[in-house]
């Protein structure tokens, strides 16, 4: 069936350091995949998005990587900030308009 | 900046009641979504809207109903209302059907007693 899930679920990284989320899913059919961050008491909001024709994509500070092959996702940041503590979903576009998220990664920054 | 607007942030309704979640977006997107967000089930699609008077079921329609009676409005209907509906409850929206990502709201903690 379809799913995404995370292989960790929280996550502590030092100020500093860069922080790398993952997350697999199970629908090889799936063509199009988000990022998304959640802060406390918020809605979740887009960090980065990714196509199936690529395996990498690039924005400020986040990258994004998919392994196809493997049905693989992470999103890596660099150089983490307090700011980024937050919850991190990974989700996939996979009937037309409807997209399918994962459980969440806690990111936590330790300063 | 597209903004989506959700009525209320926090909601206690009893066991029973008739409850309406509105959801506002002003960027004139064609597609509308709620879902329900639950501790270590991330976010699931409860029902959403591709065009005015359309809807579409998601993966958990069950004791919900909803209406879209204009573009920019989405509205969630718990039609009597039960303890395990309590959960935070997203609207959003997007300009495109395919491929496209979505806007959120901040979301309307309902709780159930």
């Known amino acids: 069936g379809e799913s995404v899930g995370l292989h960790l679920p929280t996550l502590s990284v030092q100020e500093g350091d860069n922080s790398i989320i993952n997350c697999a899913y199970s629908?090889?059919?799936?063509?199009?995949f988000i990022w998304y961050k959640q802060e406390s008491g918020k809605g979740p909001q887009f960090i980065i998005d990714?196509?199936?024709?690529?395996d990498k994509r690039q924005g400020q500070r986040v990258t994004v990587l998919l392994n196809k092959t493997v049905k693989h996702l992470s999103l890596q940041i660099a150089a983490t900030q307090p700011g980024d503590s937050a919850v991190y979903f990974c989700?996939?576009?996979?009937?037309?308009?409807?997209?399918?998220f994962g459980a969440g990664t806690i990111l936590r920054v330790k300063s | 900046d597209v903004k989506v607007t959700q009525s209320s942030r926090y909601l206690v309704k009893r066991t029973g009641e008739k409850v309406f979640l509105e959801c506002v977006q002003d960027?004139?997107?064609?597609?509308m979504f709620w879902y329900r967000q639950d501790p270590g089930l991330g976010l699931r699609l409860i029902y959403f809207?591709?065009?005015?008077?359309?809807?579409e079921k998601g993966d958990i329609p069950e004791g919900y109903s909803v209406s879209r009676e204009k573009k920019e409005r989405f509205s969630l209907i718990l039609e009597s209302a039960s303890t395990n509906q309590t959960s935070m409850y997203l609207c959003?929206?997007?300009?495109?059907?395919?491929?496209?990502?979505?806007?959120f709201g901040q979301g309307t903690r309902l709780t159930v007693v």
């Open positions: 960027m004139d997107h064609e597609n």
């Open positions: 989700a996939e576009n996979t009937d037309g308009n409807k997209l399918v």
């Open positions: 629908n090889s059919a799936s063509d199009y």
């Open positions: 959003a929206s997007s300009l495109y059907v395919f491929n496209t990502e979505a806007f």
């Open positions: 809207s591709y065009d005015v008077k359309m809807k």
């Open positions: 990714i196509r199936s024709n690529m």
